[in-house]
């Protein structure tokens, strides 16, 4: 045999094997998952088994598909855990490749009780291995999970785009992740058991969390109805982020927490025994007079370190006074920056009440206003937080800090890129001497004005993009950006390179301007018609202007009574389980075909100036849905039989098919007609959609079979909301999508304001040179909102230079 082919054959073997390298090693004082009983390990259907490798201490997970037409594959493995004094988790990965997979589905679960927590995990590096942290506090609850102790078993679960044939994945060192800090979120998850509703709870705890680990501050999270006194143990400050209600056990702990000298910060609602316990009293409440409060405005009872301002948007507060010894040392900054004399942080001897919700850690601002809070109640906490963020100091992309900056640093970057980089240096000795000397609180702020700086070379170094571009950002809010109108709003857009709006104007349940068809907003009279006001800036500037539409979803600020009515009238959708669901309107439904459809084109009409229409919630909100007598009635006329055993006969092989194809059928219904219709009126508006990002799935979950909009022709452009900060798995999306779009311009989701990091600024720098580097048209931005003033001018640097 001739020695080429024989090496060849070698290699191809070595290929098809897919060696595993050996994982890192394991830390010995936190023992792993036993993962050796491969007969108790349950593949799910239509998965591989699993084997265990004990020579090399990892579990193997084959990703291949054992039958056709699956989505997901997946593995349910014993593992019986009390997790309550737990972070969260840890564990090493391995997957050889990750094209097939769909990052954005890819999920650990926990097994407790009658339910599961959910945690998603993405894969930064393909073919080697990646150590992956879950924090339990950022989990989903699926049903009625027992509690973080009594965890009983795993499922590891990967979603794909296609069969990953070929592919293997492997799972290491699984344990419990120990965190043990000295600061203590508690999550009102009594409440949320109370009130199925509520979700602001999780949201402002996860608020918390997200400051804390921006911070590098060690902290746990943990519910309320687990909270126990040897958790407390250690604990130096305990944080109450929006606890409505206290069980009866947890404020007898945090009572003697307190009179053993630990510390609170509890914010906006509490009950009144832990008001009382703090030393405050709620007076009322009041709703912003114009627009919203602008942050927290230090008063001349300051905290050492507290920064003249920490901006927060806050539209209400709880009125709140001292009813012993404290001070209130920050104001609610009114929205032109003045005083407006209503307490927003009040300090007592036993801790701090915010007399609102603490909602994002935007801005240095904000974080050293949190920072300062911290300080003042236990500066001992701040040391490891100074030290680890001394180390981050240029961990930034793919630098190991900044002397890997300065090494790879380019010799023909602009004087004001390699200035920015000389102060970072200078900044980080400075925080250096800090951290020698002990002054924690110093050295974190040299520490973050030494990596704004290194931010600021990288962002100098990135290229402007062609002049054609579109470059888009979608604007949740029908006012813009918070505390300024919509000439200053799209003139910061424009300043920095965007050309590009996409403003929420209409829901199915409200218009922002005057409209024949469905109910303006409230304020109209008094605010004005936005979607004009927006028109008239972007023709001042530059920019076009897209009304974002939501299809079938009533939105948050609807008409109560005209919600209601729809409700009346049988209009609104119903889950597989017979429930109503308020919110969304059904597509079957003829009338709302009709109301969607001419609020639409009444924006053609009226607005000749808009540049196009942009679909969204174009869609059910997933395959419980909808399941209403209209959808039945018109189900049947298209088969032609009666459905016996409705709704459980259309999940059968029978009908299933001819369902899913009948739920798509609703949905394109309306692209087709309005794209048809508009056209008409308008030859040059632009009809585009913002869409999931995995086709194959949607189109099964939620009825959107964008890939057809695309192929038909009723798009001009199509938005799927990438919305990852993993460059590995960006990449993965668009590769898929650009087939999926048949030539439609494809300008990818971008999701801002999503991200759980504070290196906005370069992961947007990534993706948008990955959709340079595809020859893609244009990209979208979500949000238009304050994370988006505070990377515009990075961004103008370089990036999005004109």
């Not at 979120?185 to 949201?203: D, E, F, M, R």
């Amino acid at each position: 045999m001739n020695k080429l082919v024989f090496y060849l054959l070698l290699l191809c073997l070595a290929v098809a094997a897919q060696v595993i390298p050996l994982p890192p090693s394991a830390d010995p004082s936190q023992p792993g998952m036993v993962m050796d009983c491969e007969q108790d390990i349950r593949p799910l259907n239509g998965t591989p088994s699993a084997k265990w490798h004990p020579d090399e201490g990892y579990l193997e997970l084959p990703l291949k598909f054992q039958q056709p037409g699956l989505l997901r594959l997946g593995w349910d493995i014993p593992f019986s855990a009390d997790l309550t004094n737990a972070y969260g988790v840890e564990f090493d990965l391995y997957v050889s490749e990750s094209d097939a997979l769909d990052q954005s589905n890819q999920f650990i679960y926990f097994h407790s009780g009658d339910g599961w927590y959910r945690c998603s995990f993405s894969l930064c590096h393909p073919g080697r291995w990646n150590h992956v942290v879950l924090n339990k506090s950022l989990a989903e609850s699926e049903n009625q999970p027992g509690g973080w102790g009594k965890v009983d078993g795993v499922r590891v679960s990967f979603g794909c785009f296609e069969d990953p044939d070929g592919a293997v994945s492997a799972i290491a060192n699984f344990r419990p992740c120990q965190r043990h800090g000295e600061v203590l979120i508690v999550s009102a998850v009594s409440y949320g058991l109370a009130n199925p509703g509520a979700t602001g709870y999780k949201h402002y705890m996860e608020k918390a969390v997200q400051t804390m680990d921006e911070l590098e501050i060690g902290c746990m999270s943990v519910a309320d109805t687990e909270v126990s006194a040897e958790m407390l143990k250690g604990v130096r400050i305990v944080i109450l982020p929006n606890n409505p209600q206290v069980p009866e056990n947890l404020a007898g702990l945090l009572t003697e927490f307190v009179a053993n000298g630990g510390k609170l910060i509890a914010a906006y609602k509490i009950p009144e025994e832990m008001t009382a316990l703090l030393g405050v009293r709620i007076t009322g409440w009041k709703h912003c007079d114009e627009g919203n409060f602008k942050g927290f405005l230090a008063t001349s009872d300051a905290l050492p370190h507290q920064p003249a301002l920490a901006r927060q948007d806050s539209s209400n507060t709880n009125l709140a006074r001292l009813i012993g010894e404290g001070r209130i040392f920050a104001n609610w900054a009114t929205s032109d920056g003045s005083d407006s004399g209503v307490p927003a942080a009040l300090e007592t001897p036993v801790g701090i009440y915010l007399s609102h919700v603490w909602q994002e850690s935007v801005g240095q601002d904000a974080k050293s206003f949190f920072l300062a809070m911290l300080a003042e109640l236990a500066p001992e906490v701040l040391r490891k937080s100074a030290e680890e963020t001394f180390a981050e100091i240029g961990v930034l992309m793919d630098y190991d800090g900044l002397d890997d900056i300065r090494r790879r640093f380019p010799s023909d970057a602009s004087a004001e890129a390699a200035a920015a980089l000389d102060r970072a240096f200078d900044l980080r000795s400075q925080a250096q001497k800090c951290l020698d000397s002990q002054k924690w609180f110093e050295c974190r702020e040299f520490c973050a004005q030494a990596q704004e700086h290194a931010v600021e070379a990288l962002c100098r170094l990135a290229l402007p993009g062609p002049a054609d571009e579109q470059r888009a950002f979608w604007c949740h809010s029908a006012f813009g950006l918070p505390n300024k109108n919509w000439d200053e709003s799209i003139k910061l857009l424009a300043e920095n390179g965007f050309n590009a709006i996409l403003g929420n104007f209409l829901w199915a349940g409200v218009a922002f301007y005057p409209s024949e068809v469905l109910p303006a907003y409230s304020e109209l009279a008094m605010r004005g018609d936005q979607l004009r006001q927006c028109l008239d800036a972007c023709k001042k500037y530059g920019v076009k202007c897209h009304v974002w539409a939501v299809a079938w979803n009533l939105g948050w600020l609807r008409d109560k009574e005209f919600a209601r009515r729809l409700n009346d009238e049988h209009r609104t959708q119903v889950s597989y389980s017979g429930k109503p669901e308020p919110e969304w309107l059904c597509p079957s439904n003829p009338e709302n075909f009709q109301m969607i459809s001419d609020a639409m084109l009444e924006v053609v009409r009226n607005y000749p100036d808009v540049a196009g229409l942009h679909f969204d919630y174009i869609r059910y909100p997933g395959n419980e849905h909808c399941f209403c007598d209209t959808c039945r009635r018109k189900f049947e006329e298209r088969i032609g039989h009666p459905v016996e055993n409705w709704p459980a006969d259309v999940r059968k092989e029978a009908l299933q098919t001819e369902w899913r194809q009948f739920r798509c059928d609703q949905i394109s219904a309306l692209v087709k007609f309005v794209h048809d219709e508009a056209k008409k009126m308008n030859p040059a508006i632009e009809i585009s959609a913002a869409v999931f990002k995995n086709y194959k799935l949607v189109r099964e979950n939620n009825g959107q079979d964008w890939e057809t909009w695309c192929r038909e022709g009723w798009l001009d452009f199509v938005c799927p909301m990438d919305y990852t900060d993993s460059l590995a798995t960006f990449r993965g999306f668009i590769r898929r999508q650009l087939e999926w779009a048949h030539g439609v311009r494809l300008c990818p989701g971008l999701g801002l304001s999503l991200w759980k990091h504070s290196s906005r600024p370069l992961t947007m720098i990534e993706q948008i040179s990955t959709i340079r580097h595809s020859n893609l048209p244009g990209f979208t931005v979500f949000n238009f909102d304050q994370y988006a003033q505070e990377v515009l001018p990075l961004l103008r640097l370089g990036c999005t230079r004109h």
